[in-house]
């Protein structure tokens, strides 16, 4: 079956725009997670929704960062006024129950630039 | 706070070599170490997945070791090929839903 998808593959954006990163998890996964992949930094994660519990926020890096997800599938990664440090792949990953014994399967990630 | 370091940071071997990629972990408070590989461009591909309570997982060429009381894992690929050149990242999961990964090891397979 398919695997997860994300959109735009790549995106350039200009300091201080925002923009929006989506992610298709494999259907049926209950759990969808958020990494950043940057330069010197290694991945990072983000933010994680477990089906319609409160998702766990705690990676995310300042308020401009934001994520939803709609109808327990797709997800959306909103990040306000961008900075030149926002520039990194962004990955999603989904998982079966999100149990801690799940195997996370990851798309192929958004890299954005910021200039 | 867990730090996962992975040594050697890159490593290039001819065709044929069996090598050893490292993985150490500063909380050996983990439910289960999990191997990836990444190729440029691309996302994360799952490896192996050892829980907490295993020693060792294998799946074709390629055999992944759990210390956990010592904080390391070790990934064994036998008769390494070009198609394995690709960063190999390993990760943790601890208690609650986030994995911590290390930095990768990037490997090159020189025909």
């Known amino acids: 079956g398919a695997g997860v998808s994300q959109s735009p593959s790549n995106k350039v954006t200009e300091k201080g725009k925002d923009v929006e990163l989506r992610c298709d998890p494999i259907?049926?996964?209950?759990?969808l997670y958020w990494y950043r992949q940057s330069l010197g930094q290694g991945l990072e994660f983000l933010i994680y929704f477990q089906g319609n519990s409160a998702p766990d926020k705690s990676g995310l890096p300042s308020d401009r960062f934001s994520a939803e997800r709609t109808g327990g599938s797709v997800s959306t990664l909103t990040i306000q006024r961008t900075q030149q440090e926002d520039s990194a792949v962004y990955l999603c990953a989904s998982s079966p129950l999100g149990g801690k014994a799940d195997t996370q399967y990851f798309g192929p990630g958004t890299r954005l630039t910021v200039l | 706070k867990q730090e996962v370091t992975q040594i050697p940071a890159a490593l290039s071997v001819p065709e044929g070599e069996n090598l050893v990629l490292n993985c150490s972990f500063t909380d050996s408070a983990i439910y289960n170490l999990q191997w990836f590989r990444q190729d440029p461009g691309k996302g994360l591909t799952s490896l192996l997945l050892i829980q907490s309570s295993q020693r060792e997982q294998t799946s074709g060429r390629l055999n992944a070791s759990l210390d956990k009381s010592s904080g390391r894992s070790t990934l064994y690929i036998a008769a390494s090929q070009p198609g394995d050149s690709a960063t190999y990242l390993c990760?943790?999961?601890?208690?609650?839903?986030?994995?911590?990964f290390g930095e990768g090891t990037q490997l090159t397979v020189n025909p």
């Open positions: 259907s049926g996964h209950t759990a």
């Open positions: 990760a943790v999961r601890e208690s609650g839903s986030r994995l911590t």
